[in-house]
């Protein structure tokens, strides 16, 4: 088995321990996809289960994200042989993106995970922490100017292969294909948000949103 395959492996196995999950079931057995809006993420964490509960979630979900792209990518395996140059460099963005699939698909969890953000932002930083600040201030200028969370992550995470091309960072196509195909997973687990849109009724961030109070 290739040191590619098994990296990617390993990545969706630690993705798939979804810090929500594993907290609830730490205090009790509680199952926040059964509460607010039955999304596994801090989000709904933080709405149905408070500040304390959210954090955690927030420290593992970001944590493992920082781990599979930063720790896990580089390890040596033993016995395995080393991927080829062409293909090295790709490692890193790879299991990036197998945690986040582990997060929105877990298999220790029946496959009903969260939406991914919060293990993007780990492995943003696990790639290369410049790749925050774009993503950050995508996502509350919109948050600001639009007042809707869902699409100001969705646009903070278009915000990555859009950032990658304009400065030239390196290595350039593993970080752009990566950006493209976390936009799409993204925007994917949104879509309940974009329904919620189109039709209306997608609340706003109220105490952020900049026309707060003269909005619907």
């Given at each position: 088995m290739s040191e590619l395959l098994i990296k990617f492996l390993a990545s969706y196995l630690l993705g798939?321990?979804?810090?929500?999950?594993?907290?609830?079931?730490?205090?009790?057995?509680?199952?926040?996809?059964?509460?607010?809006?039955?999304?596994?993420?801090?989000?709904?964490?933080?709405?149905?289960?408070?500040?304390?509960?959210a954090l955690w979630v927030l420290v593992i979900d970001i944590g493992k994200g920082w781990i599979a792209t930063r720790l896990v990518a580089p390890m040596l395996l033993p016995g395995i042989a080393a991927a080829p140059a062409q293909l090295r460099v790709w490692v890193p963005a790879a299991c990036g993106v197998a945690a986040i699939v582990g997060h929105v698909y877990p298999l220790w969890h029946g496959f009903r995970g969260g939406k991914g953000v919060a293990t993007l932002v780990g492995v943003v930083l696990g790639l290369d922490a410049s790749l925050l600040l774009p993503m950050l201030l995508t996502w509350f200028a919109a948050v600001v100017l639009l007042g809707f969370v869902g699409l100001a992550s969705m646009l903070a995470a278009a915000s990555l292969p859009i950032y990658v091309s304009i400065c030239g960072l390196e290595p350039g196509l593993p970080l752009t294909t990566f950006g493209v195909v976390v936009t799409a997973i993204i925007v994917f687990t949104h879509r309940s948000n974009i329904a919620r849109m189109r039709a209306g009724t997608e609340p706003r961030a109220r105490r952020l949103w900049l026309f707060g109070r003269h909005g619907p």
């Amino acid at each position: 088995m290739s040191e590619l395959l098994i990296k990617f492996l390993a990545s969706y196995l630690l993705g798939s321990i979804v810090g929500s999950l594993l907290v609830g079931r730490l205090r009790g057995g509680v199952d926040i996809r059964t509460l607010g809006s039955g999304n596994a993420g801090g989000t709904n964490a933080l709405r149905t289960q408070g500040k304390s509960f959210a954090l955690w979630v927030l420290v593992i979900d970001i944590g493992k994200g920082w781990i599979a792209t930063r720790l896990v990518a580089p390890m040596l395996l033993p016995g395995i042989a080393a991927a080829p140059a062409q293909l090295r460099v790709w490692v890193p963005a790879a299991c990036g993106v197998a945690a986040i699939v582990g997060h929105v698909y877990p298999l220790w969890h029946g496959f009903r995970g969260g939406k991914g953000v919060a293990t993007l932002v780990g492995v943003v930083l696990g790639l290369d922490a410049s790749l925050l600040l774009p993503m950050l201030l995508t996502w509350f200028a919109a948050v600001v100017l639009l007042g809707f969370v869902g699409l100001a992550s969705m646009l903070a995470a278009a915000s990555l292969p859009i950032y990658v091309s304009i400065c030239g960072l390196e290595p350039g196509l593993p970080l752009t294909t990566f950006g493209v195909v976390v936009t799409a997973i993204i925007v994917f687990t949104h879509r309940s948000n974009i329904a919620r849109m189109r039709a209306g009724t997608e609340p706003r961030a109220r105490r952020l949103w900049l026309f707060g109070r003269h909005g619907p």
